[in-house]
């Protein structure tokens, strides 16, 4: 007890419909071109009315689980990081029932962009004390329930998906090799999702604000800005304290939010573009999916291999910012 982790199982899955540059220029001003030369972006993966978070997410699972090769039935912690979920009491106990695994206990956690990493993160403190043996992390997001699809300066941004990881505990060498995690809430305005509601009279003197949730608002040049700044000092941070330079990393594994990002990134890091991780052409930004889904992809192309060193950061609303430095597979 006390254990090192592995993370030893990776999985993926996105809706069927894609949504291409071209679609969104016959619904608001914009262009492939101008989509494409200022993200990466072409496609993003939009969720039909029969395509929920939760199976979406538990087919993620199952490829991880199966990855693994354990049972859903040896997971005894599952962490679904969104910030969309089907229930707003949460979707990761229905994500638990959906793969059957009976053992674990099943909660949510919201960090926007930062989820994926976070959930990580928070599930490495129950296996190093021991407390939890073989843990399920998703990363899932349908922001397309919650995108202005009238504003050209957001909704060309973002897709639906899920990934899931499975960490594992093991004896020895421990392949999470460093972390950082970050918050500033007086940057809070930047990117909201926020809550908006009308005053609903219940009895004397008591009213209760009855409403719904508004669509994504983004302030993109200072997101912009705050991202390029902030990543690559806690990508440094979790490499000082793992003891490795830009050498030593195999995989840069950054949240998929703009392609011009991550190269900014990789570049302040000084490490070589070709080592950037990337599917943003293909899916847009998931949102809290972004990195497990990008590294799913990488995984099963065989380019990512047993004992490569990756450096992942995620980052987003909050703001929030987060990086994990960890070795892949066992
Ligand atoms: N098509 C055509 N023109 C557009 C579009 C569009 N889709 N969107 C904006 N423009 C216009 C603007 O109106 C502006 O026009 P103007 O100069 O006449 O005012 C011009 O393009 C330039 O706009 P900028 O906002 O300066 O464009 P920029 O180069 O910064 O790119 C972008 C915008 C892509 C949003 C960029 O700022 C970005 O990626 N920011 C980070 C966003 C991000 O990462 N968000 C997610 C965080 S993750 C989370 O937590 C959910």
Known sequence: MGAGIAITGCGSAAPEAILTNNHLAQMVETSDEWINTRTGMRNRHIASATESLSQLSAVAAENA??????????IDLIILATSTPDDMFGSACKIQGLIGATNAVAFDLTAACSGFIFALITASQFMRTGVHQNVLIIGADVLSRWVD?????????????AGAIVCQSIAESDRLL????YSNGSQNDSLNLNYHSQSKPLVE??????GTYQPVSMNGREVYRFAVAKVPEAIGKAMFRANLTADDIDWLLLHQANQRIMDAVAKRLK???????????????TSAASIPLSLDAAVREGKVQVGDTIAAS?????????SAIFKWGY
């Open 65 to 74: 689980i199966a990855m693994a090769g354990i049972s859903a039935t040896d």
């Open 149 to 161: 699809w009238s504003d050209r300066a957001s909704c060309v941004l973002f897709g639906d998906g």
């Open 178 to 181: 460093g972390f950082e995690m």
């Open 205 to 210: 003197n008591i009213t209760a604000q009855h």
């Open 271 to 285: 490490i070589p573009s070709e080592k950037i991780l990337s599917n943003i052409a293909e899916y847009g930004n």
């Open 314 to 322: 995620g980052f987003g609303a909050g703001l929030t910012w987060g």
